[in-house]
């Protein structure tokens, strides 16, 4: 619902509250709570649907196994550091049924496939307890009131007896995080994936469903006998059967075929490419890739495998820079709105540790490391920390490395750096003295002289 749509007036609400699910027979809290999956406006293209394409869930795996298991802490900034702060528990587990990992994919599937992510927060003594994922479809986002009354409200939906769609009740703005993918303006939602590129879906989808009935129930024969003249139907399936009693069955199979009455034998082929699917198939990998961002070879399709920068390394690198740090800057935002308004003020935030996929190989890391402690940007320390290592023995490795051997140009003359002071070369205000060993030029008297 968007927001231009509340200066009209509201149409009246019918409201009623269906059976719970028996909890024995629940499987999943959509059951128990009675929610339904499958209220997508568009309603022959559900998740479900959609994952059956085999890019699609690909590319749904990829980048919410890939936010799922970076690491992620929180911090605090003090003036222009960021120090580390105690982490919170929902960070390891959102709630006594659900680690961190599954809870991150289960919300990053719903952003992926339908725009939006709502999670039902659990507060005691003003501190988040619980977390947990409501279905999408569940939710409806909009507007109560005018003016300076109005407020935002979450209504929640359930079927009822007879299949129909009633609301069951409301959550209040601060009872609920909700994330959105791409937005347009006015709009209350995110824009759903499913309902953006339904088009390219549902032909990825089609020329899948082909391949399988072509292969299962194809109806082109396998092979011809023409004969000449008119058969009765009688006589067409009398010969069939024949030819299926000689020379069908694993022991008859490549048997010697003899044909009489100047009968004909042709076998009847279509070529893959004649039919244009491997190419149609092939084209929705790129498609889809194309719809969330996920490059080609990280969904074995690695025809284009070149066509940027230097090959795979730049395309995983265009990977987390373009598409996982979206998502996780999106992700950063919203969960740090869980931290207390004192925590917030005292500077407090999440932060995925994307270092973490840009870590190549050890040769690359190592001469990376081997620079940042040549300049004074990484301890010792905290290098070893990154490598899952112990800290240094000596009790040194938390200080900086400098070189001792630099200096800094200045008008006054070189600037030595050493490791306690810099030490400057001493001037009284005047030029300084000759020091080189060329000989004082010789006057005319002195050469009359000699």
């Known amino acids: 619902m968007g927001f231009l749509s509340f200066l009209a007036p509201s149409l009246p609400r019918t409201e009623s509250r269906s059976d719970n699910v028996d909890a024995a027979e629940a499987t999943d809290t959509s059951g128990l709570m009675g929610w339904t999956t499958d209220t997508d406006a568009t309603a022959d293209l559900t998740p479900d649907a959609a994952l059956a394409l085999s890019a699609v869930y690909g590319s749904v795996r990829i980048l919410s196994d890939t936010l799922g298991t970076t690491p992620v802490d929180a911090f605090r900034r003090d003036g222009g550091r960021r120090l580390p702060m105690p982490r919170p528990g929902w960070l390891d587990a959102p709630n006594p049924d659900t680690r961190w990992i599954a809870f991150l994919v289960s919300v990053m599937t719903s952003l992926l496939l339908q725009g939006n992510a709502y999670i039902l927060i659990t507060r005691s003594m ?3 307890v619980a977390l947990d994922v409501i279905p999408t479809s569940a939710v409806t986002p909009r507007y109560t009131g005018r003016g300076r009354t109005r407020r935002l409200v979450y209504e929640l939906s359930a079927l009822d007896e007879d299949g129909r769609l009633q609301v069951v009740g409301a959550l209040e703005q601060r009872d609920v995080l909700h994330i959105q993918g791409i937005t347009l303006a006015g709009q209350l939602t995110g824009v759903s994936p499913l309902r953006a590129a339904r088009e390219t879906l549902r032909l990825g989808l089609a ?12 109806a082109i024969p396998g092979a011809v006998i023409s004969v000449p003249g008119t058969m009765t139907a009688a ?7 024949t030819w299926r009693t000689i020379h069908g069955g694993r022991g008859n199979r490549f048997g ?8 004909r034998f042709q076998r009847v082929t279509i070529s893959p490419e004649e039919a244009q699917f491997l190419q149609t198939r092939a084209f929705q990998i ?13 969904l074995a399709d690695a025809s284009g495998s070149t066509s940027w920068g230097s090959g795979l390394a730049e395309q995983n690198t265009g990977f987390v820079q373009f598409a996982v740090r979206a998502w996780a800057e999106r992700l950063e935002e919203a969960f740090t709105t869980l931290f207390t ?6 500077g407090a935030f999440i932060r995925f540790q994307l270092d973490a996929l840009m870590r190549g190989s050890l040769r690359e890391r190592l001469e990376s490391y081997r620079v940042g402690i040549a300049n004074s940007i990484y301890t010792p320390d905290e290098v070893r920390a990154w490598e899952d290592l112990p800290p240094d023995p000596s009790g040194l490795g938390g200080f900086l490395r400098a070189q001792t051997s630099l200096a800094v140009l200045t008008p006054d003359g070189p600037l030595v750096l050493s490791g306690t002071a810099a030490t400057a070369p001493e ?22 002289a000699a």
């Not at 020329?207 to 194809?218: L, M, S």
């Not at 890739?289 to 990280?298: D, E, M, N, S, T």
């Open 235 to 241: 006589g067409l399936r009398a010969a069939r059967e």
């Open 427 to 448: 001037h009284d205000g005047e030029p300084d003295a000759v020091t080189d060993d060329t000989p004082p030029a010789t006057t005319g008297e002195e050469l009359g």
């Open 286 to 298: 790129a498609d889809v890739a194309r719809i969330f961002g996920v490059p080609p070879h990280l």
């Open 126 to 128: 003003g501190r988040v």
């Open 256 to 263: 010697l075929a003899v044909l009489t009455e100047d009968a």
């Open 341 to 346: 308004d004192a925590e917030r003020r005292a």
């Open 207 to 218: 020329a899948q469903a082909f391949g399988a009935d072509f292969f299962e129930r194809g």
